[in-house]
């Protein structure tokens, strides 16, 4: 089956959550020494928010892999606190899907930016990264 787009429109929206725990830490996840969220937390939740917005409308044997990622992050946000990201479809070209990106601790908001995915065909994907072996 082909891919199509026509269920997958601007304004499509998505919300996940997390939690900062010892494992989120930019220290554990070793992109700095403090004992916060991570960027790299922060950035696969708001990914994670756009991915599962898309899967649903996506036909059999298609998903979307991530292509650019262009965020901020602007707060620090402690263990305990909870963290939740949203993801908006902003425009849809072929297969490339864009996304306007926020992410918000239980006190502000800690980061933004815009994310693209783009449509695959699964199993010529994985044939192709597997081809590099």
């Keep these: 089956m082909d891919f199509t787009v026509e269920e997958i429109k601007c304004g499509l929206k998505n919300t996940v959550t997390d939690k900062v725990t010892e494992n989120n830490t930019a220290r554990t996840m ?11 937390a922060m ?10 917005a898309l899967e649903p409308l996506l036909a059999e044997g298609w998903t979307t892999v991530g292509i650019s990622l262009n965020v901020q992050h602007k707060a620090a946000t402690p263990l305990g606190l909870g963290v939740r990201a949203e993801a908006e479809v902003t425009a849809v070209d072929g297969r490339k899907i864009t996304f ?3 992410a918000f601790d239980d006190k502000e908001e800690i980061g933004c930016g815009t994310h693209e995915r783009f449509a695959v065909m699964k199993e010529k994907f994985m044939g192709k990264a597997a081809a590099k072996i």
């Design 43 to 52: 950035t696969c939740l708001m990914e994670k928010a756009a991915t599962e």
């Design 100 to 102: 306007n990106v926020r």
């Design 30 to 40: 070793g992109s700095g020494s403090l004992e916060v969220y991570a960027t790299p």
